[in-house]
């Protein structure tokens, strides 16, 4: 069993700079991916990035390709989302999930997840 809980979001100008922490308590010794998601009021819940257990896996929606790096530290069980470079269009609740087990060693995606933090807010605007 595993519980998340972001933190770093707040209000930024665009072309500002912001870093999302997940940090993650483990009930088990086994593995977990996690995935960042997006959501605004209206639209549907879209996946910004995830990264495997062992890190050596990442993958970006094309929105923020160049912009986010996702990145972990096992030992502190924590992902971060490093934001740059921000747009208006990246505004929204952004969640933190995890895909729990074996095969979430060294693969991750945007389907399957286990469990999902509440959520932290990220507001883009001048």
């Known amino acids: 069993q595993l519980q998340l809980v972001e933190s770093g979001g707040g209000l930024v100008q665009p072309g500002g700079i912001l870093r999302l922490s997940c940090t993650v308590s483990?009930?088990?010794?086994?593995?977990?991916?996690i995935s960042w998601f997006r959501q605004v009021p209206g639209k549907e819940r879209e996946g910004v990035s995830c990264i495997s257990f062992n890190g050596g896996t990442t993958n970006y929606a094309d929105s923020v390709k160049g912009r986010f790096t996702i990145s972990r530290d096992n030992a502190k069980n924590t992902v971060y989302l490093q934001m740059n470079s921000l747009k208006p269009e990246d505004t929204g609740a952004y969640y933190c999930?995890?895909?729990?087990?074996?095969?979430?060693?060294?693969?991750?995606?945007?389907?399957?997840?286990?469990?999902w933090g509440k959520g932290t807010l990220v507001t883009v605007s001048s």
């Open positions: 999930a995890a895909q729990h087990g074996s095969r979430w060693y060294a693969t991750c995606g945007f389907f399957g997840m286990d469990y």
């Open positions: 483990r009930f088990t010794s086994d593995f977990y991916a």
